[in-house]
């Protein structure tokens, strides 16, 4: 029996390209301003605590001073207010999900609460039941293998015969890790020519730009 593991941002839901605005807009504000390639490269697919960490650690080497009071607090706002508006469904993603026999499940670098909202803001929650995970509930997120491992279990089925639909590197590098079968998908709002190389240069076994073509793989 195959199953079928999607990550959440940039696969199910457009988000990647909301979070990317509110964090250059955000960064911006406080000094910091990056080339949106470098950081998307550096920063997709990354967990909020990795995020937060990283960007301390830019602040600091640039004004050898913690991030400003709030900074994070602000970004959160601006998070839930975008994905509360402005947060789409990828485009085929319902008729896919209706149409699948198989196990499936979410694993994401996201927070659960986090997952749970966007899920539900374009009802799709009872597709995947209690089969929704992240990063969070794992000692070591992607690029590392435990959040897939987990989800393998949960689910009954064997590593092998997952696989696993990621738009990022982080994401393809663990499903490697884990030995299950992964699959590029660059059909998010946040795509930029060329990243379905960058997912098959770190083991993508194919690339997709629509959610449909995953039938092709089943």
């Keep these: 029996m195959t199953a079928v593991i999607f990550d959440c941002d940039g696969v ?68 839930r207010k975008a994905f509360s508006t402005r947060l789409k469904i990828i485009d085929g993603v319902h008729d896919l999900l209706s149409s699948l026999e198989c196990p499936i499940a979410v694993a994401s670098g996201s927070s659960p609460e986090g997952l ?34 987990l989800v393998s279990q949960a689910l009954g089925v064997p590593h092998k015969d997952c696989i696993v639909v990621e738009d990022s590197a982080r994401g393809i590098k663990a499903a490697v890790a884990a030995g299950m079968r992964a699959i590029g998908f660059t059909g998010g709002g946040h795509c930029l020519d060329g990243h379905g190389d960058v997912l098959k240069e770190v083991g993508a076994l194919d690339v997709i730009s629509q959610i449909s073509e995953l039938k092709m793989h089943l």
């Design 12 to 79: 199910l839901v457009d988000s990647e390209v909301l979070a990317l605005e509110i964090e250059l807009t955000s960064l911006k504000e406080i000094g910091l301003e990056f080339d949106l390639e470098v950081y998307q490269k550096r920063h997709l697919g990354t967990t909020s605590t990795e995020f937060f960490r990283e960007i301390e650690a830019d602040y600091h080497a640039k004004f050898d001073a913690p991030l400003p009071d709030g900074f994070r607090e602000k970004v959160g706002q601006r998070y």
């Design 116 to 149: 749970a909202v966007k899920l539900a803001q374009v009802e799709i929650a009872s597709f995947f039941g209690k089969h929704v995970y992240s990063s969070h509930q794992v000692k070591r997120g992607k690029p590392a293998p435990d959040l897939f491992q």
